[in-house]
């Protein structure tokens, strides 16, 4: 673990990932999407995984998605997170998915394909995260 | 096998593993030193012999270019002619330094490494800590990305837990009988311990997953012509290939995308070996968790996607089974080393069909089939052995 002398890497200045993370300080959800085919991705690559253009762009996210996977975590990586917590890969209806919490749930009530929305809660370091909790306005 | 194939002209000449621990007091470089030095030992070779390593170069970014990093080359005493620290273990490494031998670029070949003082009270190693800034941040683990592809499986065929934790209950009594093993001694089990063993990350409990110790596991490769003037009994590499999906634990692995990775790999494999799967004799499958076990027969084609757990419930995994698997323990319950784990697999193939495997020896094992990594490291690799 780090001391707390050590200054903290500012996030939002990472090449790449940076307008990410500032977003989500705002508490926006963005993604890129390419300029020249309109594909949506996650993580942010340089260049677009379905048509390699390297215009691509941040635009927001409705933030809205459904489960396609979840794991509840009993032991984790670190004594810094407190479990147990609900790990998930989350499809986000603009075609892209994330790994992130399923949070407001109870652990045992999260199911594949149940509808969420993002979020933003604070992570064991004190940084935003978007994580996504059960969707009650959802068809 | 018709031996036209470059492969063919290539033979694994000898096999090491060290002693295994949960921490061994000395250095990773030293360790797979060691382990080196018994591989070419059991080979009938020296450092001498060598002009050719896959290993990794600890330091400052590795490597022999990188000043400060460990230097096999020096350690060794001789310029080398090929040098590999890509993925220097299992099977990419063996099928690398094939490459290289058939190729020409070297003659003798020794793949080797592993980890030791570095092992800590940490309940996780932090190599299975992925730091990619969308995995740490939510507390991930390499046991949750595989959680997430095992879980649509569940979803989808709701396999019986109890054939699934009596996979480990197997694998984990081979171990228990393996003096080498880490967990030697330890059991037996059945699988209703396994199911009553901490749950970890949904579905996989304690028993379910594979171990972090400390040791290191070498290999020798050479020409077949040289191979058979040395005193060890030649093991083929048969056939081989690679499946690289994605950067491991960055995206999380898609069930949909992962659970057949391999096939192709295999397929390849099994063509140049001119086997099927219903050839192998005994299998080191890698075994981070049970459910990679089942994944794998999918994968192979032996039984139905969904089918795998009752599958093998039926056929039978010891050593009496239909299809004996992981003779020494495995990744559960005899070691996994970091840097070397794969490679254990090998030796351990290579020993079964020496048939000097002890307690987990398969009669007449005339083909083995070793496995590396799997669906959530999104890579996956297969290597068909055989008695040349």
Known sequence: ?139 | MSGSHPLHRVAIAGVAATEMARHLDTTSAEISLRAARAALDDAGLTVADVDGVAARWPGPGGTVFQPGSADWAEVFGRPLRWVCDTYPQGVPGALDAAAAVAAGLCQTAVVFGGQAGVMGGASVADYTRPDNEFIACWGSLTAAQFALVAQVYRHRFAPDPECVAAIAAAIRNAGSANPAAVMTGRGPFTAADVLSSPMVAEPFRLLDLCLATEGAAAMVLTTAERARDLPQPPVAIMGGGSEWHRQQYVNPPRYDEVWSLGADAAQRAFELAELSPRDVDVFELYDINTYEVVRQFEMLGLCAVGEGADYLAEAGIGTNGRHPLNTDGGLLSYSHIGWGGPTLKIVEAVRQLRGTAGPGQVADAEVALVTGAGAGAQYHNVMILGRS
């Open chain 1, 1 to 139: 673990m780090e001391g707390p002398t050590v200054e903290r890497e500012d996030r939002t200045q990472r090449p790449l990932t940076g307008e990410f993370w500032a977003a989500v300080d705002r508490g926006e959800l963005v993604r890129p999407v390419c300029g020249d085919c309109g594909q949506s991705f996650f993580v942010p690559q340089f260049a677009c995984p379905r048509c390699q253009s390297i215009r691509w762009a941040y635009e927001p996210s409705s933030g809205r998605g459904r489960v396609y996977s979840h794991t509840t975590i009993h032991r984790p990586p670190t004594p810094a997170f407190d479990a147990p917590y609900v790990l998930a890969d989350v499809d986000v209806e603009e075609g892209w998915h994330l790994l992130t919490w399923i949070v407001d749930c109870e652990p045992d009530h999260v199911a594949i394909d149940m509808a969420v929305t993002v979020r933003f809660v604070t992570g064991p370091d004190g940084h935003r995260l978007p994580a996504f909790a059960p969707d009650e306005t959802a068809r």
